[in-house]
């Protein structure tokens, strides 16, 4: 699937299915359902061990009804897999393949992590589809917080450093986050718009059944 960004800078998934939600328990409903697309299998360091990462994206809306003016964000919730190594996991040949686009991926959002840290002029997003999708939730208009899971066994301490160093790059990163607002005017205009398109598909539509 493609991976693109619109004018505003939001990251969007072509011929991705888009679900709405109105209340919280329908939310919590679609959030399930993501999360049991997450494929996870049994290691020597996990039993539940994490075989992909999992990114959920809740674009958020609302309307002031006094005045119209619509104010819209995304709020991504990403759960990376951990880097692994195959000699502490004792990963499956199905497994260790699984583990080396893991390692190659987090390698890459490393990469954009030091880059947007030091302040860099190019960012290397494309190197890898999870940095891709990761554009809006590091750099740009957003604020990101990243909250790090650790092992207190000595045996993981290699692991633990490793995860250390990604939060403290994470912190050095600085956006100017601001609001995506648009006016009254501007949605009423939007909406004329669509609906002028729609009328287009139409006629379209009654053309090819001729």
């Known amino acids: 699937m493609d991976i693109k960004k619109d004018k ?9 299915n888009i679900k709405y939600a109105e209340t919280s328990s329908e939310l919590m409903t679609i959030f399930e359902e993501g999360s049991k697309n997450r494929h996870t299998a049994s290691t020597k360091m996990n039993s539940e061990s994490s075989r992909s990462h999992l990114v959920i994206g809740i674009i958020i809306e ?5 005045t119209g003016n619509k104010i819209n964000g995304k709020l991504s919730l990403v759960d990376l897999a951990g880097s692994e190594r195959a000699a502490k996991t004792g990963a499956s040949a199905a497994q260790l393949k699984e583990a080396q686009s893991i390692n190659k991926s987090l390698s890459a959002l490393g990469d954009v992590i030091a880059a947007l840290s030091s302040e860099q002029s190019f960012i290397p997003y494309r190197n890898n589809k999870l940095t891709m999708l990761m554009q809006d939730s590091l750099g740009g208009n957003a604020k990101t917080l990243m909250f790090v899971n650790i092992s207190p066994a000595d045996y993981n301490t290699d692991e633990t450093l490793v995860s250390l160093t990604y939060a403290s790059r994470v912190k050095l990163i600085t956006n100017d ?3 995506n ?30």
């Open 177 to 179: 986050a601001k609001k």
């Open 181 to 210: 607002a648009e006016s009254k005017e501007i949605a009423r205009l939007k909406g004329i718009i669509d609906k002028l398109k729609q009328g287009e598909t139409a006629e379209e539509e009654d053309d090819s059944a001729k």
């Open 62 to 66: 609302s309307t002031n009804l006094a």
């Open 8 to 16: 505003n800078g939001m990251v969007r998934i072509t011929n991705s």
